[in-house]
């Protein structure tokens, strides 16, 4: 890859059109190469990979078709974990051009590490995904994700270096500047969580700052689950079209997937990952459609090379053809994560369904927690929102039962519902913290 070659077909246009709209069975071939150049990757350069492999009784020469995927065991967060902090790198130290890591609730980060080369192949695309949300060459774009071990950051930068952008390296946090900035700069293109997209919004309200009349169209939102309601709200305050962006430190960082123009579910870049959904509890393999965890092997990485890769994210593939003509797979809205995934009296819930409820109703600001707590032998859920500025106090408790219904009727739990005063809901500058849960730890 590396080369750009815009093309266009019909009314549409791709950064990488040859990889973008390959046939599906010619994408088939390059995937089942790259992915015996991977595990021969991984087997020879990887002791704990190998040994693995040998375990499972398969070598690299095993790999024939698309269908020996499933004879490969499943990587792990703990794997990362346990192999602290270089143990799955395929390339020495001193072979990097970069390390990157996240930090997790608990133990210790997960460390990930990118050749000159994996570097550029992540610029190429996020760059990809950019110009498939629609961003080009000589935009400006205005980068709110967090630099620093945090691929949001310095990965939207490099993708938007690459596409021939202007890179306005913001970072999270300064909240007044970003608007300010945003404003004086004339951004097109805003990168950032939608949460933080959320905080930048209010903030320009306080300032009296109409963001809808700014240059801003175009936003590039992931690294946490949000909901269309979230979307439609991020849309109405800035004036811009919300685009949902998603990776994983873990297989590279942003631009593993995104939305194009059909916004019908997002572009997972098939040249250089492979997509499973499997049943979390079994780990068998779903059919297309079925909801389950997103597994994802790297077929181009070489200083990490990851072999199904359990992301916990939950999700459903489709291979159906797009309107935008692109061939890769599309993932749906990541609805949340297993880990994030409540069970209260027996009801699974995400974070983002709670959201999809609170969001727009009368009354209400989009900041939000779910703080669990344990009494006797029940869950018991408090939702805690924030009323919109200037809705009188006295009508907080009123609020609260309205909301509470509708989480009832819609979610299928009951809930506790505070309403607060406005600004008492933490506000993040990078991934927002949903879920405070304050059940004993189970040893
Ligand atoms: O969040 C990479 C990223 C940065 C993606 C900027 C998009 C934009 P991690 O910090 O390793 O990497 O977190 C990865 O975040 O497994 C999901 O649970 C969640 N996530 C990322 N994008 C989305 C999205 C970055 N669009 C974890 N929707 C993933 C829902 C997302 N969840």
């Not at 500047?177 to 933080?196: E, G, H, K, N, W």
Request: charged share 25%.
């Amino acid at each position: 890859m590396g080369a750009i070659s815009r093309a266009e077909v019909g009314e549409h246009t791709f950064l990488h059109a040859d990889m973008e709209t390959m046939p599906r069975e010619q994408l088939a071939q390059l995937q089942v190469q790259r992915l015996r150049a991977t595990v021969t990757n991984a087997y020879e350069h990887v002791p704990f990979v190998k040994q693995r492999l040998q375990a499972a009784g398969v070598k690299p020469a095993d790999i024939r078709s698309l269908a020996d995927l499933q004879l490969l065991p499943f990587t792990k967060k703990t794997d990362l974990r346990d192999n602290y902090p270089f143990g799955l790198f395929a390339r020495k130290p001193a072979e990097l051009a970069r390390l990157h890591a996240s930090s997790g609730t608990t133990g210790k980060p997960t460390v990930v590490g990118y050749t000159l080369e994996d570097i550029g192949t992540w610029s190429d695309l996020m760059a990809r995904s950019m110009y498939c949300a629609g961003a080009r060459r000589g935009d400006i774009v205005h980068n709110a994700y967090g630099y620093g071990l945090f691929t949001g950051g310095l990965g939207a930068h490099y993708g938007a270096e690459r596409l021939g952008a202007v890179v306005v390296p913001m970072s999270g946090g300064s909240t007044e500047r970003q608007v300010t900035l945003i404003m004086d700069f004339q951004a097109r293109v805003l990168c950032a969580t939608p949460s933080y997209a959320l905080a930048i919004a209010e903030l320009a309200d306080q300032q009296g700052v109409d963001l809808r009349k700014s240059n801003l169209q175009i936003g590039l939102f992931g690294a946490e689950p949000w909901s269309g309601a979230m979307r439609k709200e991020i849309e109405d305050r800035i004036g811009l079209k919300a685009v949902d962006i998603y990776g994983l430190s873990e297989i590279m960082g942003p631009g593993v997937a995104c939305e194009c123009d059909a916004q019908a579910g997002l572009h997972g870049w098939e040249d250089h990952f492979l997509f499973e959904v499997i049943d979390p509890e079994s780990g068998k393999v779903l059919p297309e459609g079925e909801a389950g965890e997103l597994v994802i092997t790297t077929l181009t990485k070489q200083a990490l090379p990851m072999l199904r890769y359990r992301t916990r994210d939950i999700t459903r593939i489709t291979t159906a053809p797009c309107d935008c003509g692109r061939t890769h797979a599309r993932i749906l809205r990541i609805t949340g994560r297993n880990d994030d995934m409540l069970i209260i009296r027996g009801v699974n819930v995400y974070p983002s369904q709670v959201e999809a409820v609170l969001i727009g109703r009368p009354h209400i600001a989009p900041h939000y927690q779910l703080v669990v707590e344990r009494e006797g032998s029940l869950d018991n859920v408090r939702v805690e929102v924030e009323a919109l500025p200037g809705t009188p106090a006295d009508q907080f408790a009123a609020i609260g039962r309205d909301v509470k219904h509708h989480i009832k009727s819609l979610v299928g739990i009951t809930t506790d519902v505070k309403v607060q005063a406005p600004g008492t809901v933490p506000r993040s500058q990078g991934k927002a913290v949903r879920v405070r849960d304050l059940r004993p730890k189970e040893v």
